[in-house]
């Protein structure tokens, strides 16, 4: 998937512009964005996934922009890992992962398999059973990247 952002502005609130016409372009394999903190690396993550609207500027995926009726097509094509887990930490990690993939419209059977795919790809199939607040840091981050990938998304984006 090649993703075009041109002329992008994102300000929260009344607070200055966190970006401030930024264009570039990620295409096939590893992109990393550097920056200093408070740079506005994350909020471009979550600009890419979707989570937030641009004020200004345009994001194109494959030429297609993330309009209403293009959004769950390109959302569908996206993994997002975020900085902070928003999630239900009582789960398991089978649970969070198998409903990541059922949320992205797999079939139950469908969603127990790409569980079992994105688990063992980020070697928690050991401690699927075990609660998400159980893990340690290093392994909730792996979970997360399970979730991110249980949909086998064209891409993954971090937070």
């Given at each position: 998937?090649?993703?075009?952002v041109s002329?992008?502005r994102?300000?929260?609130k009344?607070?200055?512009?966190?970006?401030?016409?930024?264009?570039?372009t990620?295409?096939?394999?590893?992109?990393?964005?550097?920056?200093?903190?408070?740079a506005g690396?994350?909020?471009?993550?979550?600009?890419?996934?979707?989570?937030?609207?641009?004020?200004?500027?345009?994001?194109?995926?494959?030429?297609?922009?993330a309009?209403r009726?293009?959004?769950?097509?390109i959302?569908?094509?996206?993994?997002?890992?975020?900085?902070?887990?928003?999630?239900?930490?009582?789960?398991?990690?089978?649970?969070?992962?198998?409903?990541?993939?059922?949320?992205?419209?797999?079939?139950?059977?469908?969603?127990?398999?790409?569980a079992?795919?994105?688990?063992?790809?980020?070697?928690l199939s050991?401690?699927?059973?075990?609660?998400?607040?159980?893990?340690?840091?290093?392994?909730?981050?792996r979970?997360?990247v399970?979730?991110?990938?249980?949909?086998r998304?064209?891409?993954?984006?971090f937070?």
């Open positions: 998937m090649l993703i075009e002329e992008l994102f300000s929260y009344k607070a200055n512009s966190v970006l401030d016409g930024i264009s570039c990620f295409s096939g394999g590893i992109n990393i964005v550097l920056g200093s903190n408070g690396k994350s909020t471009l993550m979550k600009l890419l996934a979707t989570e937030l609207k641009p004020r200004f500027g345009v994001i194109r995926y494959d030429g297609k922009t309009v009726k293009n959004r769950p097509t959302v569908s094509r996206l993994g997002w890992v975020p900085q902070h887990n928003a999630i239900d930490t009582s789960q398991t990690v089978r649970d969070l992962v198998q409903t990541a993939a059922w949320l992205h419209g797999y079939s139950r059977s469908e969603a127990r398999s790409a079992s795919e994105a688990i063992a790809l980020v070697h050991d401690n699927e059973g075990d609660r998400f607040s159980c893990l340690s840091g290093g392994m909730q981050r979970a997360m399970a979730v991110g990938i249980a949909h998304p064209d891409v993954l984006i937070g």
